[in-house]
């Protein structure tokens, strides 16, 4: 929840006054007679006057003239025009009830102050979720400071540390220069250091039980880079590099068994050897989207490339090739949207490699496949396709309703239409501004309902 206390609208009453209800209590009895009696020559008077000023402000018209009748539309435009104003005479501006009104200001002032500590702004604010997907909620502090213009900074320093209950933590901190060579080019440098301490692991393949889910954690610290250049105002192309060092354990969930118990190094690959990475790689990017955070309209379009090596070849090493459509076609006026995303994480391991299942694909989460367990199937490839049908219920509330359909496969040779898992649901968004920072999802699949609280808006 937001810091910042929402702040009434409503004009405060001056220090020391009283109510009228409560100074009617002191001296208006002693002098009603009085003010009977001056109102019985006060108000006549002042209907006069009112009178004689309606007939002094009124035009002269002759006596016998009768108004016009009004003249038929005879063009196609008179007759919209003549319909427009029908409505407009007919149209009453909506009021909403006073403890409505109130409550409607509270989250939208509550809203706001949510949506500006979760989307950058300078200074000290708190920091909600950053998590993987599946952890509990997790809170932390973080601090953002921008040098130049503060809507167009020259740079940008984000660093905020969060942790769970369950001792899942992270810590990151991050400079990104997006306007350099005169808004032409973009570099961003990014630490961090993270615990996860359950995540689930139901074993490899599409045809994974859920009987079998197992827990375990990762601890990881690396080092990230990403830069590039803005091509066109839509466009943007670059390169990506990180070094990666990780570790697996048990989960510390007390009421699933961990994964080195269950699974063999068959069925988990790289469950046994703790080992680093080095990643490079580039992307290409289109950005069509009115507004990314929130978009109406448009469309988003990415590609991007890894090579993937473990610190010795023997402990894994792939290239991997990522893919993410977005499609918003928005009616009537813009209140109704349909939205569609498909998204496809295809690996091909070096010779005499593999790769390690905790980086390869997976499905199962507030993601993707809403209706499954995080991390519900892992795999060397994945696809998925999301549509979504959203409309505004009230200026603070979005509604939608949404279908998602995903598998994950071993080889690309081997893909088919067997296996594709499927759930439908329907969600909540919370709105402040241009953004809808939270969102309840509730998903429906064969394995049950999952319920999921994202205080994000990556789709």
Same mark, same amino acid.
């Given at each position: 929840?937001?810091? &910042?206390?929402?702040?009434?609208?409503?004009?405060?009453?001056?220090?020391?006054?009283?109510? /009228?209800?409560?100074?009617?209590?002191?001296? +208006?009895?002693?002098?009603?007679?009085?003010?009977?009696?001056?109102?019985?020559?006060?108000?006549?008077?002042?209907?006069?006057?009112?009178?004689?000023?309606?007939?002094?402000?009124?035009?002269?018209?002759?006596?016998?003239?009768?108004?016009?009748?009004?003249?038929?539309?005879? =063009?196609?435009?008179?007759?919209?025009?003549?319909?427009?104003?029908?409505?407009?005479?007919?149209?009453?501006?909506?009021?909403?009830?006073?403890?409505?009104?109130?409550?409607?200001?509270? +989250?939208?002032?509550?809203?706001?102050? /949510?949506?500006?500590?979760?989307?950058?702004?300078?200074?000290?604010?708190?920091?909600?979720?950053?998590?993987?997907?599946?952890?509990? @909620?997790?809170?932390?502090?973080?601090?953002?400071?921008?040098? %130049?213009?503060?809507?167009?900074?020259?740079?940008? /320093?984000?660093?905020?540390?969060?942790?769970? &209950?369950?001792?899942?933590?992270? *810590?990151?901190?991050?400079?990104?220069?997006?306007?350099?060579?005169?808004? #032409?080019?973009?570099?961003?440098?990014?630490?961090? #250091?993270?615990?996860?301490?359950?995540?689930?692991?139901?074993?490899?393949?599409? $045809?994974?039980?859920?009987?079998?889910?197992?827990?375990?954690?990762?601890?990881?610290?690396?080092?990230?880079?990403?830069?590039?250049?803005?091509?066109?105002?839509?466009?943007?192309?670059?390169?990506?590099?990180?070094?990666?060092?990780?570790? @697996?354990?048990?989960?510390?969930?007390?009421?699933?068994?961990?994964?080195?118990?269950?699974?063999?190094?068959? =069925?988990?690959?790289? *469950?046994?050897?703790? =080992?680093?990475?080095?990643?490079?790689?580039?992307?290409?990017?289109?950005?069509?989207?009115?507004?990314?955070?929130?978009?109406?309209? %448009?469309?988003?379009?990415?590609?991007?490339?890894?090579?993937?090596?473990?610190?010795?070849?023997?402990? %894994?090493?792939?290239?991997?090739?990522?893919?993410?459509?977005?499609?918003?076609?928005?009616? /009537?006026?813009?209140?109704?949207?349909?939205?569609?995303?498909?998204?496809?994480?295809? &690996?091909?391991?070096?010779?005499?490699?593999?790769?390690?299942?905790?980086?390869?694909?997976? !499905?199962?989460?507030?993601?993707?496949? #809403?209706?499954?367990?995080?991390?519900?199937?892992?795999?060397?490839?994945? +696809? *998925?396709?999301?549509?979504?049908?959203?409309?505004?219920?009230?200026?603070?509330? $979005?509604?939608?309703?949404?279908?998602?359909?995903?598998? +994950?496969?071993?080889?690309?040779?081997?893909?088919?239409?067997?296996?594709?898992?499927? $759930? @439908?649901?329907?969600?909540?968004?919370?709105?402040?501004?241009?953004?809808?920072?939270?969102?309840?999802?509730?998903?429906?699949?064969?394995?049950?309902?999952?319920?999921? !609280? @994202?205080?994000?808006?990556?789709?």
């Amino acid at each position: 929840m937001p810091t &910042t206390l929402p702040v009434s609208t409503r004009a405060a009453r001056p220090a020391g006054a009283m109510p /009228w209800s409560a100074a009617s209590a002191f001296g +208006v009895r002693s002098g009603r007679a009085l003010l009977r009696a001056r109102m019985l020559f006060v108000l006549p008077a002042l209907a006069a006057l009112l009178a004689a000023r309606s007939l002094a402000q009124a035009p002269a018209q002759p006596a016998m003239d009768e108004p016009d009748p009004p003249q038929e539309p005879q =063009t196609r435009a008179e007759v919209i025009e003549a319909a427009r104003n029908i409505r407009v005479s007919h149209f009453h501006p909506h009021h909403l009830n006073p403890v409505v009104n109130a409550a409607e200001q509270f +989250v939208s002032h509550g809203l706001a102050a /949510w949506n500006a500590s979760q989307n950058g702004v300078h200074g000290l604010s708190l920091n909600v979720g950053g998590l993987s997907i599946g952890s509990q @909620i997790a809170l932390g502090p973080e601090y953002v400071l921008k040098a %130049g213009d503060y809507y167009q900074p020259q740079l940008i /320093w984000d660093t905020y540390a969060v942790a769970a &209950t369950d001792k899942s933590y992270r *810590i990151q901190s991050g400079v990104l220069l997006p306007r350099l060579a005169k808004g #032409r080019a973009f570099f961003g440098l990014n630490a961090y #250091r993270y615990e996860y301490t359950r995540l689930n692991y139901f074993g490899p393949g599409p $045809d994974s039980v859920q009987s079998g889910v197992s827990n375990y954690s990762q601890r990881e610290s690396g080092v990230e880079v990403r830069g590039g250049i803005i091509a066109h105002r839509h466009l943007r192309t670059g390169f990506t590099g990180s070094y990666r060092a990780i570790a @697996i354990g048990p989960g510390t969930s007390a009421n699933l068994p961990p994964t080195d118990a269950i699974y063999t190094v068959a =069925t988990a690959r790289g *469950i046994d050897r703790q =080992t680093s990475f080095l990643t490079g790689g580039f992307f290409f990017e289109y950005e069509g989207r009115d507004q990314p955070t929130d978009p109406h309209h %448009g469309a988003y379009f990415q590609a991007a490339f890894q090579n993937v090596n473990g610190r010795r070849r023997a402990l %894994g090493g792939f290239n991997q090739y990522d893919f993410d459509a977005q499609l918003y076609i928005p009616f /009537w006026n813009h209140r109704r949207i349909i939205a569609f995303r498909g998204r496809a994480s295809l &690996t091909d391991p070096h010779q005499n490699t593999f790769v390690p299942f905790y980086l390869g694909p997976h !499905l199962g989460g507030s993601d993707d496949l #809403r209706g499954f367990s995080s991390f519900r199937f892992h795999d060397q490839n994945s +696809v *998925i396709a999301t549509a979504e049908y959203r409309w505004t219920v009230m200026p603070l509330l $979005d509604m939608t309703l949404f279908a998602d359909a995903g598998k +994950v496969f071993h080889d690309v040779d081997n893909m088919s239409s067997a296996h594709f898992m499927s $759930d @439908i649901g329907f969600g909540f968004r919370a709105r402040s501004g241009n953004s809808a920072p939270i969102k309840l999802d509730v998903g429906i699949s064969r394995e049950g309902v999952q319920v999921w !609280l @994202i205080f994000s808006n990556p789709f």
